[in-house]
């Protein structure tokens, strides 16, 4: 039996284990699924945080992007004294995380609300394309986004299905792609099902910060900037958007809560 200490973490939504030992890369999926399970500290994903390393570095289990286990990650560096610095009244640093080509931006307020950096297409409107009537593709590092109106593609009762076709007619493949049914009124909201290839594993996620920033641009047109977007996630609680002006810089935000520390025994 082999013990691995670890946080869990509830960022809006999209409950998150991050392990803070060392796994090896090859043994990270296998660890995940099990975690994950519902008889085991349940999750919907899972993350390998190095706290050693400068800056910290986070590896998702199947080397995808994920923007609320940055947050996450924010929380736990913040807790733990971590690769963060004092910034005015709010702690900022930088994350190393797989799926993205370069350190990411983090900022923990006072009030708890954390902040991730996202990568972004190489240019403003890149990777954003309109696939058919209430279809949209959003190609961001990491990860892929189908953004689908509910109003013209009435969400499925079997989601893992649906998805699954969606993928195969479209021929996404990659590390993670995400299927988002979203409404923009009465407000914005999205209901998200994610697919990680390493895992198999096909979740309707409770909050998804990349299908929020996913939807932003969608609904942008890939060049509708600056914008500032809530996005309520399944959770019942919204993840903000940001974009800036030119359309090439993101962040996500909103509170996370740390709801358990320990070791998990696997």
């Known amino acids: ?15 998150t284990i991050l392990i803070l030992d060392p796994v090896d890369p ?11 399970d519902c008889g085991h500290v349940q999750a919907e994903q899972v993350g390998y945080l190095d706290l050693a390393a400068r800056p910290v570095r986070l590896d998702m289990m199947g080397g995808e992007f994920c923007g609320n286990a940055c947050r996450a990650a924010a929380a736990v560096m913040a807790r733990e004294g971590a690769g963060l610095r004092s910034c005015g009244e ?21 009030g708890g609300d954390c902040w991730a950096e996202m990568p972004m297409p190489p240019a403003p409107g890149e990777g954003v394309m309109e696939l058919e ?17 509910e109003e013209l593609h009435a969400f ?6 649906s998805a699954a076709a969606l993928r195969a007619r479209f021929g996404l493949d990659g590390e993670a792609v995400g299927c988002v049914w979203y ?12 697919w990680v290839r390493s895992t198999d594993s096909t979740y309707f996620e409770t909050g998804c910060g990349s299908g929020s920033l996913a939807l932003a641009l969608w609904l942008g ?4 900037f600056p914008m500032s977007l809530q996005v309520l ?21 909103g509170p996370v809560a740390l709801v358990a520390r320990g070791e998990a025994f696997v």
């Open 1 to 15: 039996m082999r013990t691995l200490r670890f946080y869990k973490a509830f960022p809006g939504g999209n409950p």
């Open 26 to 36: 090859g043994e990270r999926a296998v660890v995940a699924r099990i975690l994950m």
């Open 90 to 110: 709010a702690l900022c640093g930088e994350l190393s995380v797989s799926g993205a080509g370069r350190p990411v931006g983090l900022k923990v307020e006072a």
């Open 133 to 149: 009537a209430g279809i949209g593709l959003v190609r961001l590092p990491g990860i892929t986004h189908l953004c689908l109106d």
């Open 156 to 161: 499925p009762d079997d989601f893992t299905q």
């Open 183 to 194: 409404r923009t009124s009465p407000v914005c909201s999205i209901k998200p099902v994610v």
């Open 221 to 224: 047109s890939g060049q509708n």
């Open 233 to 253: 996630q399944p959770s019942g609680n919204p993840i903000g958007v940001r974009l800036d002006e030119r359309g090439s810089g993101a962040w996500i935000h």
